[in-house]
């Protein structure tokens, strides 16, 4: 039985003309314009960005990095690339793999540091993208104090039998086997949670100018459901891998800059109303600000990686102490694990060492910034009121920890703050104070190199935009009236200011 679920709740009708009148193109219009190029723009990690050659991708150290510091920075890509084996074995140090996850590794979803695949037909199941999930309040049996705990620790009420993310892949070699075998009729020791596969929906977009472009949203389609119905009250978010480079640069971004771009009240009425999300910080055991993750739902890259190993690996560590199994997942739960003597299968000093990789991986340079087309379409990123979310600069912080990441001047083009984008792009899944329509603003550092890198581009929250150009077309909510006047700009117009978000 094939159970689809509906990811977007309409398709937004076009009908261009009647929409985009001149008294919408005016507001707000002439104020915005670009500050003059500057040299440091080329370097958007500042000095820790790395040449594009000899090759393209976004697993290389910051440039800057210390000698000293380097072999730790290779010890952690090792830790993050290498396969990770069930336990038990011989190699002590790198099993405890599942008993269901999604990858064996963080760069298989990661790839290369880029973004994670996704099938472009309903036969290659999923796997470097995740599905998430979570049941809505009222469906839950949970006490409301516990659904209050719940919420603030967790974001949202995990389903019951499946936890808040499925798990698609399981250590039992039936699993191992399935490619050659159909769904549904293997039998399973430890069942991985679900097969997933997508469905493309397509749609015509036109312009004014009657210029067509194709849009595809996809439909999640549960091809075998290892632990039974997924019942009602249930909402999914799918999400595909981001790329990974300059956290370490985020990480050191000040609170009071991310905040002196947020106006949750929208008090300058230009209908943008960025909010930041607050949320659990297990390591200091309290709140605070979330600016990792597709909804700004993690607040350091600790927990990021952390979480990463427990739920995506199946790899259970200090600061993510559960295995991704549920109570209700007996077969899942009573299986040999990998833990060591503290009754963890990773370690705080190798997780350590995989935060540092990620924390060090380097922007790359950007191209083309003096051609006059990049140039021109700098000036219409602004016109058109994109930099209102995608806010292209910072200074990072001092730290003495990482004195190469320390007071640099970088261009991220985000603002690391939720916006309503609008139905289209909803997932209908709340996480901590993101509702189901916001997500963070992603930045935009790297967006072009995608298709070297990954050999396809994967943009939006569920890689379904293949372009700039489709991501854009996708911008709803706060997001409306930007791209309203990209719509009505003229054709080599819109193609200029796709070449400079191109070039970052
Ligand atoms: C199955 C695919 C998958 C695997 C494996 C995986 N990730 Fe991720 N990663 C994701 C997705 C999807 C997100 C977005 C999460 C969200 O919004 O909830 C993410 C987010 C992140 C982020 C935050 C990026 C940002 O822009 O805020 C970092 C850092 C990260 N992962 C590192 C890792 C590390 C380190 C590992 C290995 C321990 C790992 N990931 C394993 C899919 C994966
Ligand atoms: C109101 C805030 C806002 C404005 C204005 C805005 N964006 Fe975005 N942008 C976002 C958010 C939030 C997302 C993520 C949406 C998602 O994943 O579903 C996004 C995603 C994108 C992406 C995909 C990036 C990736 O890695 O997946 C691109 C490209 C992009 N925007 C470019 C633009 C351009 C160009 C403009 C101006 C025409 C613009 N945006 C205006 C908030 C905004």
């Not at 930041?276 to 993690?298: C, E, H, I, S």
Request: aromatic share 8%; hydrophobic share 35%; glycine share 8%.
């Amino acid at each position: 039985m094939k159970i689809i679920f509906l990811l977007f709740s309409s398709f937004f009708l076009l009908s261009a003309c009647d929409k985009y009148s001149d008294s919408k193109l005016a507001e707000g219009y002439s104020s915005l314009s670009a500050p003059k190029l500057i040299n440091a723009e080329n370097k958007p990690g500042g000095d820790t960005t790395v040449s594009i050659k000899p090759f393209v991708s976004f697993q290389l150290p910051a440039a800057n990095l210390d000698n000293n510091l380097r072999p730790t920075f290779h010890a952690g890509k090792a830790l993050a690339n290498q396969p990770w084996v069930k336990a038990p074995t011989i190699t002590t140090a790198r099993d405890g793999l599942g008993p269901i996850y999604n990858a064996r590794t963080c760069l298989s979803c990661h790839i290369k540091g880029g973004k994670g695949f996704i099938p472009t037909d309903n036969k290659t199941p999923l796997t470097s993208t995740l599905v998430r999930l979570s049941l809505l309040p009222s469906f839950s049996t949970l006490t409301k104090e516990e659904q209050a705990t719940a919420i603030k620790k967790s974001g949202n009420i995990d389903h019951p039998v499946y936890g808040d993310q499925i798990q698609s892949q399981s250590i039992s070699l039936a699993h191992q086997l399935r490619h050659s075998q159909k769904p549904g009729r293997i039998k399973h020791d430890v069942a991985p949670e679900a097969y997933i596969h997508i469905n493309w929906i397509e749609k015509t977009f036109i312009y004014p100018d009657q210029h067509q472009v194709t849009l595809r949203a996809p439909e999640i389609d549960f091809q075998y459901l290892g632990y039974g119905s997924l019942g009602k009250g249930t909402v999914f978010s799918l999400r595909v891998a981001p790329m990974i480079h300059g956290m370490g640069l985020i990480s050191l971004i000040s609170e009071h800059d991310i905040l002196a771009l947020s106006d949750e009240q929208d008090e300058n009425q230009d209908g943008i109303s960025g909010r930041p999300n607050y949320v659990w910080d297990a390591g200091k055991q309290t709140t605070a600000m979330g600016r990792f993750g597709l909804k700004a739902n993690k607040p350091t890259l600790d927990m990021i990686v952390a979480g990463a190993f427990a739920n995506d690996l199946g790899i259970n560590n200090p600061l993510a102490p559960n295995q991704p199994c549920t109570a209700l997942q007996a077969s899942c739960s009573n299986i040999a694990n990998g833990n060591d003597e503290n009754g963890f299968e990773l370690p705080a000093d190798l997780l350590q060492l995989v935060v540092n990789f990620n924390r060090d991986l380097a922007p790359v340079q950007r191209r083309n910034s003096h051609d006059k087309n990049v140039l021109a379409g700098r000036e219409l990123f602004y016109q058109v009121g994109c930099n209102q979310c995608h806010n292209p600069r910072f200074t990072t912080q001092k730290s003495s920890v990482s004195a190469h990441l320390s007071e640099q001047i970088i261009w991220p083009y985000s603002d690391f703050l939720l916006h309503d984008m609008g139905p289209d792009l909803a997932d209908g899944r709340a996480d901590f104070l993101a509702s189901g329509n916001e997500w963070r603003t992603p930045p935009l550092w790297g967006v072009g190199l995608l298709s070297q890198v990954n050999g396809m581009a994967t943009l939006l929250h569920d890689g379904r935009a293949r372009t700039v150009e489709e991501a854009i077309l996708w911008h709803g909510g706060e997001a409306e009236l930007a791209k309203n006047r990209f719509i009505v700009l003229e054709k080599k117009d819109r193609e200029r200011l796709i070449a400079f978000v191109n070039s970052l």
